[in-house]
């Protein structure tokens, strides 16, 4: 069974602060991993996916996610946050096969202070 | 931009009562999801669906629940008989292959009294 762990329940940073937020799995086949977002009352978003290639995934808002298959680790980075990055967001991992089920990891708050 | 439209966003409904959660995915897509996120818990997994039958369902998904495709475009979930654990907020999903990633529809909250 496929499994996910998100380190951090809850980030508070300033406005232009850097971002990475910490995601492992674990997955005995090909995974495809995908990081979603949730603003405040609204609700998911897909931010970025992996499925092949390069492991350095750009996404929507200037995100970013490494994959790093020897650590099972798909990372969240963004360089610079905004106060509008301010939101709940979910590492996932998928099976590659054709259904693609998700599971979806706890979550980790973001808090952005001006 | 193509959207996963859900109704309603709102719903109220006495414990042991039949609830059904309406679903328009998006047109062109081929599977179909329904998850649930209890308040301050992580989104799970309940039901997939592909050409007209259930693919894979969770531990959750249990007798009570039953999902249908019924004219081609709605997809929807039931839950025969409410208890207030199911008090969630329901979100459907769409995705046009396994290729790519899912687009979610805004959510249904079910509040069960």
């Known amino acids: 069974a496929q499994s996910v762990s998100q380190h951090n329940h809850h980030v508070i940073l300033s406005e232009a602060a850097s971002l990475e937020l910490g995601c492992n799995y674990s997955?005995?086949?090909?995974?495809?991993l995908f990081w979603y977002v949730q603003y405040p009352g609204q609700h998911l978003q897909l931010l970025l996916k992996y499925f092949s290639g390069d492991p350095l995934v750009k996404g929507i808002k200037g995100f970013e996610a490494e994959f790093i298959k020897s650590k099972f680790s798909f990372n969240l980075r963004k360089p610079s946050v905004q106060w509008s990055d301010t939101a709940e967001y979910f590492c996932?991992?998928?099976?590659?096969?054709?259904?693609?089920?998700?599971?979806f990891g706890t979550g980790t708050k973001l808090q952005v202070i001006p | 931009e193509p959207e996963v439209t859900q109704t309603p966003s709102h719903q109220v409904t006495q414990m042991g009562q039949e609830v059904i959660l309406r679903c328009v995915p998006i047109s062109n897509h081929l599977y179909f999801y329904w998850y649930r996120q209890i308040l301050g818990q992580k989104v799970e997994f309940l039901v997939s669906f592909y050409n007209n039958e259930i693919s894979e369902k969770s531990e959750i998904f249990d007798d009570q629940f039953s999902v249908e495709r019924p004219d081609g475009s709605n997809f929807t979930l039931k839950i025969r008989s409410t208890k207030l654990e199911d008090s969630a907020m329901y979100f459907c999903?769409?995705?046009?292959?396994?290729?790519?990633?899912?687009?979610f529809g805004s959510g249904t909250r079910l509040t069960v009294v």
């Open positions: 996932a991992v998928g099976n590659s096969g054709g259904y693609q089920k998700v599971t």
């Open positions: 997955y005995g086949g090909t995974v495809n």
């Open positions: 999903a769409s995705s046009p292959g396994h290729s790519y990633g899912y687009t």
